[in-house]
Nanobody
Framework: VQLQASGGGLVQAGGSLRLSCAAS????????MGWFRQAPGKEREFVAA????????SYADSVKGRFTISRDNAKNTVYLQMNSLKPEDTAVYYC????????????????????????WGQGTQVTVSS
Protein backbone atom coordinates (compact mmCIF):
# COMPACT_ATOMS: atom_id res chain seq x y z
CA VAL A 1 0.00 0.00 0.00
CA GLN A 2 1.36 3.40 -0.98
CA LEU A 3 0.05 6.59 0.58
CA GLN A 4 0.52 10.05 -0.92
CA ALA A 5 -0.43 12.99 1.29
CA SER A 6 -0.95 16.50 0.02
CA GLY A 7 -2.59 19.79 0.92
CA GLY A 8 -0.30 21.16 3.58
CA GLY A 9 0.85 24.74 3.64
CA LEU A 10 1.11 27.98 5.55
CA VAL A 11 -2.06 29.46 7.02
CA GLN A 12 -2.90 32.12 9.57
CA ALA A 13 -4.44 31.22 12.91
CA GLY A 14 -8.17 30.75 12.54
CA GLY A 15 -7.82 29.62 8.95
CA SER A 16 -8.56 26.30 7.29
CA LEU A 17 -6.76 23.65 5.28
CA ARG A 18 -7.82 20.34 3.78
CA LEU A 19 -5.35 17.50 3.61
CA SER A 20 -5.78 14.63 1.18
CA CYS A 21 -4.21 11.20 1.11
CA ALA A 22 -4.45 9.02 -1.98
CA ALA A 23 -3.91 5.31 -1.44
CA SER A 24 -2.98 2.53 -3.79
CA UNK A 25 -4.55 -0.90 -3.60
CA UNK A 26 -7.81 -2.44 -4.68
CA UNK A 27 -9.10 -3.05 -1.17
CA UNK A 28 -8.98 0.51 0.18
CA UNK A 29 -12.55 0.19 1.45
CA UNK A 30 -11.40 -2.47 3.93
CA UNK A 31 -8.70 -0.30 5.53
CA UNK A 32 -9.00 1.79 8.66
CA MET A 33 -7.41 5.12 7.74
CA GLY A 34 -6.06 7.86 9.92
CA TRP A 35 -3.96 10.95 10.40
CA PHE A 36 -1.11 11.53 12.80
CA ARG A 37 1.13 14.53 13.31
CA GLN A 38 4.58 15.29 14.64
CA ALA A 39 5.63 18.72 15.84
CA PRO A 40 9.33 19.67 16.14
CA GLY A 41 10.89 18.06 19.18
CA LYS A 42 7.78 16.03 19.96
CA GLU A 43 6.65 12.48 19.39
CA ARG A 44 4.21 11.56 16.68
CA GLU A 45 0.64 11.77 17.95
CA PHE A 46 -2.75 10.54 16.88
CA VAL A 47 -5.09 13.05 15.25
CA ALA A 48 -8.03 11.12 13.80
CA ALA A 49 -9.13 7.76 12.44
CA UNK A 50 -12.04 6.65 10.29
CA UNK A 51 -13.65 3.25 9.84
CA UNK A 52 -13.58 1.37 6.55
CA UNK A 53 -17.06 2.60 5.56
CA UNK A 54 -16.59 6.15 6.78
CA UNK A 55 -19.51 5.77 9.12
CA UNK A 56 -17.53 6.17 12.32
CA UNK A 57 -14.56 8.28 13.39
CA SER A 58 -12.36 9.00 16.39
CA TYR A 59 -10.51 12.19 17.21
CA ALA A 60 -7.84 13.41 19.56
CA ASP A 61 -9.30 15.72 22.20
CA SER A 62 -7.07 18.53 20.95
CA VAL A 63 -8.76 18.62 17.53
CA LYS A 64 -12.29 17.52 18.36
CA GLY A 65 -14.83 19.98 17.00
CA ARG A 66 -12.29 21.62 14.68
CA PHE A 67 -11.07 18.78 12.44
CA THR A 68 -13.14 16.36 10.39
CA ILE A 69 -11.87 13.16 8.82
CA SER A 70 -13.70 11.71 5.83
CA ARG A 71 -13.06 9.27 3.01
CA ASP A 72 -14.15 8.57 -0.54
CA ASN A 73 -13.74 4.86 -1.19
CA ALA A 74 -14.48 5.32 -4.90
CA LYS A 75 -11.40 7.57 -5.12
CA ASN A 76 -9.20 5.66 -2.64
CA THR A 77 -8.76 8.91 -0.74
CA VAL A 78 -9.02 10.04 2.85
CA TYR A 79 -9.32 13.70 3.85
CA LEU A 80 -8.69 15.82 6.90
CA GLN A 81 -10.59 19.10 6.99
CA MET A 82 -8.92 21.39 9.49
CA ASN A 83 -10.78 24.49 10.65
CA SER A 84 -10.03 27.10 13.31
CA LEU A 85 -6.36 26.27 13.08
CA LYS A 86 -4.09 27.22 15.94
CA PRO A 87 -0.30 27.72 16.05
CA GLU A 88 -0.06 24.55 18.13
CA ASP A 89 -1.44 22.60 15.16
CA THR A 90 1.85 23.26 13.36
CA ALA A 91 3.38 19.87 12.52
CA VAL A 92 4.13 17.41 9.80
CA TYR A 93 0.92 15.49 9.17
CA TYR A 94 1.12 11.83 8.22
CA CYS A 95 -1.52 9.68 6.60
CA UNK A 96 -1.69 6.11 7.91
CA UNK A 97 -3.39 2.89 6.92
CA UNK A 98 -4.32 -0.10 9.03
CA UNK A 99 -4.85 -3.05 6.73
CA UNK A 100 -4.74 -5.72 9.39
CA UNK A 101 -7.33 -4.97 12.04
CA UNK A 102 -10.65 -6.74 11.85
CA UNK A 103 -13.92 -4.89 11.61
CA UNK A 104 -14.94 -6.05 15.05
CA UNK A 105 -11.81 -4.53 16.55
CA UNK A 106 -13.01 -1.04 15.61
CA UNK A 107 -15.94 -1.48 17.98
CA UNK A 108 -13.90 -3.08 20.76
CA UNK A 109 -11.27 -0.36 20.80
CA UNK A 110 -11.57 3.32 21.60
CA UNK A 111 -9.77 6.47 20.47
CA UNK A 112 -6.23 6.09 19.12
CA UNK A 113 -6.31 2.33 19.61
CA UNK A 114 -8.81 2.03 16.77
CA UNK A 115 -6.02 2.37 14.23
CA UNK A 116 -2.89 0.20 14.30
CA UNK A 117 -0.95 1.60 11.34
CA UNK A 118 1.14 -0.70 9.22
CA UNK A 119 1.58 1.75 6.32
CA TRP A 120 2.58 5.42 6.42
CA GLY A 121 2.60 8.26 3.93
CA GLN A 122 5.47 10.66 3.48
CA GLY A 123 4.02 13.55 5.49
CA THR A 124 2.89 17.03 4.58
CA GLN A 125 3.89 20.18 6.47
CA VAL A 126 1.23 22.35 8.08
CA THR A 127 2.36 25.67 9.51
CA VAL A 128 -0.04 27.95 11.37
CA SER A 129 1.16 31.48 12.01
CA SER A 130 -0.12 33.57 14.90
Amino acid sequence: VQLQASGGGLVQAGGSLRLSCAASGRTFSTYVMGWFRQAPGKEREFVAAISWSGGSASYADSVKGRFTISRDNAKNTVYLQMNSLKPEDTAVYYCAADTSSSRSSWYRRVGPERIQPNYWGQGTQVTVSS
